[in-house]
């Protein structure tokens, strides 16, 4: 049987005739002459066991589709999970501009050929910048988790300490990224937090901080919801220690809240997924770290910071802000490192700013947190149900409290999924202190009805 | 407005060419004339002016008369400042260190010397690190790091660094070879100062995506690392050195950069020590010796640093022995192992193999030594 | 045939920075009213936030409207040159293939896009199904046992294997005496980086003078204080070590774990293993080898994959399939786990991309992949050497695999070129071009890597570039030193970014420091 060669559409040279022109002209007989270094003893003797490959595309198409079904979305049932991934509408124009072969497919050129890239880099640290009222903002970096671990080690690198603390109201899941990235020569202590507010335990803090602490780290709103009240007290409070205030947000809320520099921030972190990336199963995410514009805090950022330049015909253009890092520390020599991360999300959240403008992001916080009040008092009137747990404000996150409802967060969840319903965070497991109790979210895709539909649901399920 | 000062060594390079080694002093000057040799270090001074010449009209061009810079700056198409109090004819090392001194005050933004080692020393005499310089190489004796490679490689160099492309200023050794000896072929080099010269930054150590930290971060990295492991136990005896140097900075003690100290528990107990007092302390207390290679061709004994005799070097031990070197150092011997000299060949053999150079904090490279 | 030069320009809309667009009170989109109802019932909304965290003045950013907000980025991407419309050779070690664009419809579909990971698994067993497939064939790929997908890039593919190290070691109770990680100079930096993170110290091995890691030097520092030898392989000048497996056993040798960097397998897919070398870690680049495209920078995925005795440290959760129930599911009930790395499960769409391109190839597609990417690197390697001036980074060792490092250090010395010169110049022709990483061992560097992607054609094309610089830098070497002359900008003068008083990240930090164009305040 003649089994003729397979021409690969992705490999141009894998055509017979071409790769023996190219053997005759470099001068061998077969690649394998080429790769002669590899010793015999490491040499694949067998094909790799596989799956027999989709060909055409017709039929790679077919297969992965077949996958995917597998999937039901958001769009296909009402979903109210937060918790670090948030479900809010990406304008058309976002996805269109990312999905451009050109910023898809670049790289790391210089800022001659890849102009373009630089300048949506620029412009993308500018209106993160407005948005938090800070000067300097880093490229992304790979998460929110990843954000928090990098401003935490910055604190220990300008302050030369090695203690931080860490606010309890966290995902979990977090922590555990910031615990290993501490680890071993970063010692993390835990904030307490009220259980009455769900804000950040004052009084634990007093008790906690001292001159070892080299940085103090909050979520705003918490992971549970809250709204921080005490900016300026645990601000003074911090400061009063000689430790840096490093407060983590969802950038979405920034329109209706104050920027944390305005409380004390000293670093702000965060999460870029809500500003116009789609969840991808939690494949969208992208962090983002910024400080005021001082070289003790620009020399310790690990990642490349991009500056507006001149050019010698009066064009706008930009190059690697260079400042010789002149602090140093005893620990903390090194900057972590620097590698690819997510980039192309910087640039989403970019066009996202821009289309959504100053009024867009003002009225996208405004009616997330109406809603949420609503869905707040909607559920709350459910018997057996209580909301809102604690005594604070929230923004699109708030705690569901089904302990006297007689089911458990996993019943309540089952029974939601039935009506197309994804319910709220189980949190029983992660904060056994309030028991059988879920996080639901809010936010500007939910109309009035798919918020009745929730509460006639939950009515159902008791 | 850009300020560069120039001075030109004419007579530097003559011996060279008619197979003296060197022009230091009338009498050998007096040979090589009468051997018919010709000043050629003008015509590469003028070769190291060319690249300038596209800032000429942005260029102050500051220098001395005649054939100690005038006269190569004019055949260059320059208008140059001359600076008074120089002889034109006939110069001699004080006016090199004059022309020098004057142009530090005249406040040059560098300072461009043609000349070899000879000249590098009288400059470092007469301004130290004052002033960044760069020198264009036409001497015989090339040892010092502070000469480019070529003298259009010094024009280019000084071009990038007034246009600010290339800012990052380093020191870099200033080297005294014995006339005599090395005119009987041997080589007896003393380390005899420093000179800031300007260096490109591709030269020195970072990442692909991040920007690369200067000379001087390193050496604080380094003695950060070296302080962190110091054994109060141990005397310590500190070579010479820019890189060692970093290390009695940061623990606030005095010390020569061009001799050989001691510490002991973090204080000093003896400034540039002499191979007898050297070989007192050795006998008397258990030491371990940090140095770092000195001149440009790597050698971490018996350039510069002759006082630690191999009488002391075996009373320390190899395993005591800390080699220190910014990344930048090791790369500027492209490839070629670090050499030992001491005067003693089975030492020096000794001494040889693979050794674990510290070159940042919590960072070793694991590099040869040869003999 | 005989290539022909194109008279490429650069796309050059000499585009304001879009705050000089704005105009207050335009819209570029509205969103979403609140039911009137809502509103009655809780008010306006703000009122309910304490006062000292509301926000009191309006974010200061630009007003436009939607068609502007698109010309404008439209604009911006056509001055970014993309992998799709060039010969992108130059960006050596970035591994720049063609990304499928039937992966695009793959990774945008709303069956991706809109899955929330918190779901309940049963709604997203077409992922999970896609995880754990996707470990599968990594599996086979690489020869090792498991895999965590969940690393978002190369550089983080490395830290994590750091943490797998450190509680390797840990759960030994060694983890203070294996304080050591040997690595070499040709490895990627972050293979030194990463784990100093970890609290390790770093030795770098120089090569010898074949090229290769000094596997004497490597003997000399191997100790009971070694916890791990960190190595790329091929490194990037393009030189596989063939002594890899007797490295291996040095360090296995001394109680030590090994990790390969498998930043450079492109041209080791069938061909070669981790498991045949016999390491115990390794890690991928998605965004590499297996056809997802750069992203300007990301999003990327370094997934990493271990031994058996490794398996109970990688991060949680892990996709496991129930056999008795056919359903794929997060696993986290793994005690001995060093927690987490990223958020969440991974990069999902770079995944998905990976594994369609796996799909759509197998065994034999990925094994011609190699060879197709050997072959092209031979060749231009033959055509290259040819040109006047062009060195090859140790030049005695004849083989490279699919990458090489070469050095105008000849051209630099006859001409006054150096390899900066040269690659503003490239820009003049449409491509890109890269160095080295710092510091630059070999001088003057050029590292060029032609992947599969490429034609031969598209290769002459390329080399037809060089030798046309080349003739330039010995001719009329001014071309060079002004160039570019046909990029998107001119001469960008990088005093400003030096300087705290003068650089500026954001575009209110310059309005802070500077009126009009670059007049300072």
């Known amino acids: 049987m003649n089994s003729k060669k397979i021409v690969y559409p992705y490999i141009p040279n894998s055509e017979p005739q071409v790769q023996k022109e190219m053997l005759q002209e470099i001068g061998v007989n077969s690649i394998n002459e080429l790769f002669s270094d590899i010793p015999e003893k490491l040499l694949l003797h067998k094909k790799m066991n596989l799956p027999k490959p989709f060909l055409s595309e017709c039929e790679l198409k077919r297969h992965v589709e077949s996958i995917l079904l597998k999937n039901s979305t958001c769009k296909e049932n009402i979903n109210f999970l937060g918790a670090g991934c948030w479900q809010h509408y990406v304008p058309a124009v976002v996805d269109e501009v990312i999905h451009r072969s050109e910023f898809l497919t670049a790289y790391a050129g210089e800022p001659y050929e890849d102009h373009g890239r630089f300048q949506a880099g620029f412009e993308y640290a500018s209106m993160m910048g407005d948005m938090l009222e800070m000067d300097v903002v880093s490229i992304p970096t790979y998460d929110w988790s990843q954000a928090a671990s990098t401003s935490l080690r910055m604190s220990c690198r300008i302050t030369g300490r090695n203690e931080v603390i860490v606010s309890k109201i966290i995902n979990p899941n977090r922590l555990l990224v910031i615990k290993n990235y501490c680890n071993p020569n970063v010692n993390v202590v835990m904030l307490d937090f009220d259980s009455k507010t769900g804000l950040a335990d004052i009084n634990d803090l007093e008790k906690k901080i001292s001159n070892k602490t080299a940085g103090v780290y909050i979520e705003n709103p918490s992971y549970l919801g809250s709204i921080e009240s005490n900016g300026a007290k645990l601000s003074e409070i911090i400061h009063k220690a000689g430790a840096l205030f490093l407060v983590g947000v969802d950038p979405s809320s920034l329109g209706v809240l104050t920027p944390p520099i305005n409380y004390g921030a000293d670093i702000v972190c965060g999460d870029l997924q809500p500003l116009g990336i789609h969840m991808n199963y939690g494949g969208g995410v992208a962090g983002f770290i910024a400080t005021r514009d001082e070289k003790e805090f620009v020399s310790e950022y690990p990642s490349r910071l991009f500056g507006i330049a001149p050019t010698e015909n009066g064009e706008w253009g930009f190059g690697d802000v260079m400042w010789e890092r002149t602090s140093f520390a005893n620990r903390e020599s090194s900057k972590e490192f620097v590698g690819t991360a997510a980039a192309l999300w910087g640039i989403a959240a970019s066009v996202y700013l821009a289309v959504m403008g100053p009024e867009g992001m003002q009225e996208l916080g405004k009616g997330i947190i109406q809603r949420s009040l609503y869905a707040q008092k909607e559920i709350g009137k459910i018997k057996g149900v209580k909301v809102p747990v604690f005594q604070a404000a929230n923004y699109s996150e708030f705690v569901v409290d089904f302990n006297n409802s007689g089911k458990n967060i996993k019943e309540v969840n089952k029974a939601l999924l039935k009506k197309g319903i994804f319910g709220g965070k189980d949190l029983s497991k992660d904060f056994p202190q309030f028991g059988q109790s879920a996080l639901y979210c809010v936010t500007e895709i939910h109309t009035k009805e798919d918020i009745d539909k929730l509460v006639f649901a939950l009515k159902e399920v008791f | 407005m850009y300020k560069i000062g120039l001075i030109v060594n004419p007579i530097a390079g003559m011996g060279g060419r008619v197979g003296l080694k060197g022009t230091d002093g009338r009498k050998i000057l007096q040979k090589a004339k009468s051997l018919g040799a010709i000043s050629f270090s003008p015509k590469r001074a003028s070769a190291a002016l060319k690249p300038l010449s596209i800032i000429q009209d942005n260029l102050k061009l500051i220098t001395c008369p005649g054939d100690m810079g005038e006269n190569e700056a004019i055949s260059c198409g320059f208008v140059p400042d001359i600076i008074n109090g120089i002889k034109s004819k006939e110069t001699t090392f004080a006016d090199t260190q004059k022309a020098a001194r004057i142009l530090q005050d005249r406040g040059v933004d560098l300072l461009l010397f043609a000349g070899g080692d000879g000249t590098a020393r009288d400059i470092y005499v007469a301004i130290g ?29 000084s071009l990038l660094y007034l246009q600010k492309k290339v800012h990052k200023l380093r020191e870099v050794e200033v080297m005294d070879i014995d006339e005599q000896a090395f005119r009987n072929g041997i080589v007896k080099a003393r380390l005899f100062g420093y000179l800031k010269i300007p260096y490109e930054r591709r030269y020195i150590q970072g990442g692909k995506l991040g920007s690369s930290p200067s000379e001087e971060i390193i050496q604080k990295a380094i003695a950060e690392d070296i302080i962190e492991s110091m054994d109060n136990d141990f005397l310590y005896i500190i070579g010479p050195g820019t890189t060692t140097r970093a290390i009695m900075q940061r623990l606030s003690l005095s010390c020569t950069l061009l001799g050989i100290d001691a510490v002991y528990k973090k204080e000093v107990i003896g400034l540039d020590l002499s191979e007898r007092e050297l070989l007192k302390l050795v006998n008397k207390e258990k030491a371990k010796l940090i140095i770092t290679p000195i001149g440009g061709q790597g050698y971490i004994f018996g350039r510069g640093n002759q006082q630690l005799s191999p009488q002391v070097i075996r009373k320390v031990k190899r395993e005591n022995i800390i080699i220190i070197a910014t990344y930048n150092k090791i790369v500027s011997l492209k490839g070629s192992p670090l050499l030992v000299d001491t005067g003693d060949l089975s030492l020096d053999r000794e001494l040889s193999g693979y050794v674990q150079i510290v070159t940042n904090y919590h960072e070793r490279t694991v590099y040869r030594v040869k003999f | 045939m005989k290539t022909k030069l194109r008279n490429y320009h650069a796309v050059c809309w000499d585009e304001p920075i879009i705050y000089e667009l704005n105009r207050n009170g335009e819209r570029a989109i509205l969103v979403p009213e609140v039911d009137k109802k809502i509103t009655e019932t809780v008010g306006d909304g703000i009122s309910s936030i304490p006062k000292s965290m509301r926000r009191k003045n309006a974010p200061q950013l630009p007003a436009l409207s939607q068609p502007q907000v698109l010309r404008h980025f439209l604009r911006l991407s056509q001055e970014t040159l993309g992998m799709d419309f060039n010969i992108d050779i130059g960006q050596g070690t970035c591994t720049m293939k063609y990304s499928p664009k039937i992966h695009e419809q793959f990774a945008s579909s709303e069956k991706v896009a809109e899955m929330h990971p918190y779901q309940d698994e049963s709604t997203s067993q077409g992922l999970l199904e896609i995880m754990y497939k996707t470990e599968q064939l990594f599996k086979e790929i690489s020869g090792l046992d498991r895999f965590s997908l969940h690393p978002g890039g190369g550089s983080h593919g490395i830290y994590a294997i750091s943490s797998l190290i450190y509680a390797y070691f840990k759960s030994r109770g060694e983890e203070d005496k294996r304080d050591e990680i040997i690595t070499t100079i040709f490895s990627h930096p972050s293979d030194a980086a990463a784990p100093k993170v970890q609290g390790y110290k770093i030795i770098i091995i120089y090569p010898d003078d074949n090229g290769c890691p000094d596997i004497e030097a490597l003997k000399k520092v191997v100790s009971e204080r070694t916890a791990a030898l960190l190595i790329t392989n091929p490194e990037d000048t393009g030189i596989y070590n063939s002594k890899i497996a007797e490295f291996a056993k040095i360090v296995h040798d001394s109680g030590g774990l090994c990790g390969y960097d498998q930043a450079n397998a492109n041209g080791l897919l069938g061909i070669t293993r981790a498991k045949e070398a016999n390491f115990d870690l390794t890690f991928f680049n998605l965004h590499k080898t297996f056809s997802s495209p750069h992203g300007c920078g990301g999003p990327a995925s370094g997934i990493v994959g271990v031994t058996n005795k490794l398996a109970k440290f990688l991060p949680v959760p892990v996709v496991d399939y129930d056999k008795k129930n056919n359903k794929y599911f997060l696993d986290y009930d793994r005690p001995d786990s060093i927690g987490k790395v990223k958020d969440f499960y991974g990069v999902i769409p770079v995944i998905l991309r990976a594994y369609a391109w796996i799909m759509s190839l197998g065994a034999e597609g990925l094994r011609e992949v190699s060879n197709v990417a050997i072959l092209n690197n031979n060749y231009i390697m033959k055509k290259l050497l040819e040109l006047r001036g062009v060195s090859m980074a140790f030049p005695e060792h004849k083989h490279r695999i699919e990458q090489v490092r070469y050095s105008w250090e000849k051209l630099t010395k006859e001409t006054g070129i150096d390899t900066e ?63 570019p002359h046909k990029s998107s900008v001119h001469h960008i003068d990088h005093d400003v970014l030096d300087d705290p008083a003068k650089w500026a990240i954001t575009w209110r930090a310059y309005k802070k420091k500077y009126n009009g164009y670059f007049q300072r305040k």
Do not use: C, M, N
């Open chain 2, 129 to 157: 690190t004052t002033l960044p310089v760069i020198g264009i190489p036409t001497g015989v004796k090339i040892h010092s790091a502070v000469f480019a490679s070529s003298p259009s490689r010094a024009g280019e160099l």
């Open chain 3, 421 to 483: 010169d040269i690659q503003r110049r490239i820009f003049d022709f449409g491509t890109h071009y890269w160095t080295s990483h710092e510091p630059w061992l070999i001088p003057q560097p050029f590292t060029i890597e032609p992947s599969e992607s490429y034609s031969k054609d598209d290769i002459d094309e390329f080399v037809a570039i060089l030798g046309q610089i080349v003739k330039e830098a010995y001719e009329e070497p001014k071309k060079l030193k002004d160039a």
